[in-house]
């Protein structure tokens, strides 16, 4: 099972605020899909340019499980100016 969980800026699909700092990419069997992001003056920071900004995408054995894999790294990323669903996949259990 693979599941995937956007998270946007603070205000969309309205009017969203840009230039929210966004986590660093995952690793491991989370993948990162940025869109909406661009880089800071310096170069390095990934900043939202957009009102989708990033989505992590996992594979699991059940759909229980990536819930868990991806709303356990949601929990340890700063995610101040962003926003996300919570019930990504609950109608698959």
């Not at 003056?41 to 989708?52: C, I, Q, V, Y």
Request: glycine share 10%.
């Amino acid at each position: 099972m693979t599941l995937g969980v956007v998270v946007a800026s603070e205000g969309y699909p309205l009017a969203y605020e840009k230039g929210v700092e966004l986590p660093e990419k995952t690793s491991g069997d989370i993948i990162t899909y940025y869109a909406g992001a661009k880089f800071a003056e310096n170069g390095k920071a990934l900043l939202s340019n957009g009102g989708r900004v990033y989505m992590l995408v996992t594979t699991a054995d059940t759909v229980k499980a990536a819930q868990d894999k991806i709303y356990a790294q949601i929990a340890q990323q700063n995610t101040d100016g962003l926003f996300y669903r919570t019930d990504i996949g609950s109608k698959a259990l």
